[in-house]
T-cell receptor
């Protein structure tokens, strides 16, 4: 069965530190990849997405992610986090034969200390 | 454009009751998907509707059902509620092309006592 794995359950960083959140998926075919963010008390928002083309994609608020097909990975990065980045981050995969179904990772809670 | 709206936002029910949740997609979107979010299981796919037809279904018991109307609005129903059904139920909508980006609503928080 298809699955998505996020390596870190809870990450604590100080402001200005660099961030990298890992995401791996298990599916051998074509996928669309997403990172969503859920700020405290708010709904899921799209951070960035990859459908095809340049494997390095840029999203909102200075986030970027790199799709490495050979590693089945789609890691999220930000060079310098801010306190306002405190949130839960979800990686999601949509496989080619699954219509609109998204399979989510378990989520990574990011706490940024001011 | 207005975002995805869900009603009600909060709901308290007792075991054995049934509940209906409603979702209005972004204007022009024809696909609606439902997800259940719990602390233990995370975000799990329930089902997807497109043009009033169920296009995909997750691994939930038959107590969970849904439908979509001609205006793309969708409802989700859970019958014979169990304590474990307590969760945040999220609706997401996307456009007419399959596998487009999904945009999520604020969710309905259901508490089963």
């Amino acid at each position: 069965a298809q699955s998505v794995s996020q390596h870190n359950h809870h990450v604590i960083l100080s402001e200005a530190a660099s961030l990298e959140l890992g995401c791996n998926y298990s599916y051998g075919g074509t996928v669309n990849l997403f990172w969503y963010v859920q700020y405290p008390g708010q709904h899921l928002q799209l951070l960035l997405k990859y459908f095809s083309g340049d494997p390095l994609v840029k999203g909102i608020k200075g986030f970027e992610a790199e799709f490495i097909k050979s590693k089945f990975s789609f890691n999220l990065r930000k060079p310098s986090v801010q306190w306002s980045d405190t949130a839960e981050y979800f990686c999601a995969v949509n496989a080619e034969n699954q219509g609109g179904k998204l399979i989510f990772g378990q989520g990574t809670e990011l706490s940024v200390k001011p | 454009k207005a975002g995805v709206t869900q009603t009600p936002r909060y709901l308290i029910k007792t075991r054995g009751q049934q509940v209906t949740l409603s979702c209005s997609p972004i204007s022009g979107h024809r696909s609606v998907s439902w997800y259940q979010q719990t602390p233990g299981q995370g975000l799990q796919f329930l089902f997807e509707y497109f043009s009033e037809t169920q296009r995909n279904k997750g691994n939930f018991p038959g107590r969970f059902s849904g439908r979509q109307f001609s205006n793309s609005r969708s409802e989700m129903n859970v019958s014979t509620l169990e304590l474990g059904d307590s969760a945040l139920y999220l609706c997401a909508s996307s456009g007419t092309i399959p596998r487009e980006t999904q945009y999520f609503g604020p969710g309905t928080r259901l508490l089963v006592l």
